[in-house]
Structures are given as structure tokens and as C-alpha cells.
């Protein structure tokens, strides 16, 4: 499986792509962030993203995009601009018919140090130890957009699993018919 994972925001835009399934070591395809001034206009800045996100989505062919899920916080300018970006990411991926995941900051803490309010630092670490890599992945919007990758590769192919062993068992027990138990 490989999933592009991002981290939106309007000036950093984190691009993370990994390789791997459940229960195998993952692989690092490649990481960089996106970036746009805040001198220029917001919608030209969206139009930057989204042709950046439409060269990764070209150039990786992912399986899957994992995008942090936006949660309030004080700023209401980060919160925009967090929030289109990561509107961006969903529409260049469903236009290419792949599947969206979404994953909240502390959900992918945990998946990736055990710890759900982890610090940068911490997850950083753990996806430099997670990867292979020689060092952590610089700005923290690249080691976030990987960790996401990361998160789903996990969490995704886990819960793939599961829905496609309730699906073959649900097949295979006779007298069940769309999913109503057979009294």
C-alpha cells in the first residue's frame, strides 16, 4: 500500500509518501512541505497547493491519501487556512477516485509513539525510528505529513482487514440475507 500524507496549512503544507503494509517495515518514498508566502493573495496560494498536491498525486500514484483531521484551535486565521488546504487535498484526491481518510493530530500520536499528546519532538523521533531514516524529517509538517502516512498504513490496513473478514463471514453463514440475522 502506498499513501500520500498530508499535513495542510497555507504556508507549510506537509507532503509525506510511504510504502508498506501491516506487520512489515515501512519504507520512505519521499517528504517535502509546500510552500506559500503569506504576501501573496490567499487564493493564488490555493491555486499553489493544489497544483502541488496534483504533482504529488501524479508523480506517487498513491493508494490512499491520509489527511489531518482540522480540530479547533484559538486562531481563527490558522483554522482557514488549515481548513482550505485541507479541503484542497480531499478534492485532488477524490477527482482521482482515491480513497481520503481523515486522522486527528492525537490519533496519529498515539498510533505512532503510544502517547497521545506526544510532542513534535516525540513524533518526529518515532518517525525517524519508524522509517529507517538517518535523521528526523525537517520542518515538522514533513515528519507530521509522514506520520499520517504512517497512521493510515497502520489504522487503515487493520480496519481493511477487519471489514473484509466480517464481509467473507457474513457470506459464508447461510440463511443471512443483507445483513438481518435469520430467526
Known amino acids: 500500500m502506498r499513501v500520500l500524507g498530508i499535513d495542510p496549512g497555507l504556508t507549510r503544507c506537509g507532503m509525506g509518501v510511504v510504502d508498506g ?31 502541488g498536491i496534483d504533482a504529488w498525486l501524479d508523480d506517487y500514484r498513491p493508494d490512499a491519501v491520509a489527511v489531518e483531521r482540522i480540530f479547533a484551535r484559538s486562531d481563527v486565521s490558522t483554522i ?9 487535498a480531499m478534492v485532488c484526491a477524490a477527482r482521482r477516485g482515491l480513497p481520503v481518510a481523515l486522522h486527528t493530530p492525537s ?12 510532542d513534535k519532538a516525540q513524533v518526529g ?20 505529513a509522514l506520520a499520517l502516512a504512517i497512521t493510515h498504513i497502520w489504522r487503515g490496513s487493520a480496519q481493511a482487514r477487519i471489514d473484509a473478514a466480517l464481509s467473507r463471514a457474513a457470506q459464508t453463514r447461510p440463511g443471512r440475507a443483507a445483513g438481518k440475522a435469520v430467526r
Not at 80 to 88: D, H, I, K, N, R
Not at 125 to 144: E, G, Q, S, W, Y
Open 21 to 51: 503494509e501491516l506487520g512489515r517495515p515501512l519504507t520512505l518514498v519521499d517528504v517535502n512541505v509546500l510552500r506559500t508566502s503569506s504576501q501573496v493573495p490567499v487564493p493564488e496560494r490555493l491555486v499553489t497547493i493544489e497544483k
Open 107 to 118: 490519533e496519529v500520536k498515539a498510533a505512532v509513539s503510544g502517547n497521545g499528546r506526544a
Open 80 to 88: 482557514m487556512g488549515t481548513a482550505q488546504a485541507s479541503g484542497l
Open 125 to 144: 523521533a518515532m518517525v525517524t525510528r519508524i522509517l529507517r531514516l538517518p535523521a528526523m524529517p525537517k520542518p515538522a509538517d514533513a515528519a507530521d
